[in-house]
């Protein structure tokens, strides 16, 4: 098992930018894909961002593609998510989720998730 725990979510107007983190302990970090996930009031989680293993490959939703950038430092078992550009309909709770070695991942194959965190964009 892998315990995550995230943090970096705020209120921020639109245009601006915001940093979320997720420390992971527990399971060898750098032997599985990490995901970002989030849900906004009345609709289902979404896979947003993932990031391989290795960090050579990623995968970004169409609506988020050019803004969001994840990243990951195994060194120190984090997996980060800068937002740049933000709309307000980007205004969800951020999950961070482990998944496994499979590349391109599934929504399913994340099976490890974080607590949380808001992040709000104001118009």
């Known amino acids: 098992q892998v315990q995550l725990a995230e943090s970096g979510g705020g209120l921020v107007q639109a245009g601006g930018s915001l940093r979320l983190s997720c420390a992971a302990s527990?399971?060898?970090?750098?032997?599985?894909?990490m995901g970002w996930f989030r849900q906004a009031p009345g609709k289902e989680r979404e896979l947003v961002v993932a990031?391989?293993?290795?960090?050579?490959?990623?995968y970004y939703a169409d609506a988020v593609k050019d803004r969001f950038t994840i990243s990951r430092d195994n060194a120190k078992n984090t997996v980060y998510l800068q937002m740049n550009s933000l709309k307000p309909e980007d205004t969800a709770v951020y999950y961070c989720a482990a998944g496994s070695g499979r590349w391109p991942p599934r929504p399913r194959d994340f099976g490890s998730w974080g607590q949380g965190t808001q992040v709000t964009v104001s118009s």
């Open positions: 990031i391989s293993w290795s960090g050579t490959a990623t």
């Open positions: 527990g399971r060898t970090f750098s032997s599985y894909a």
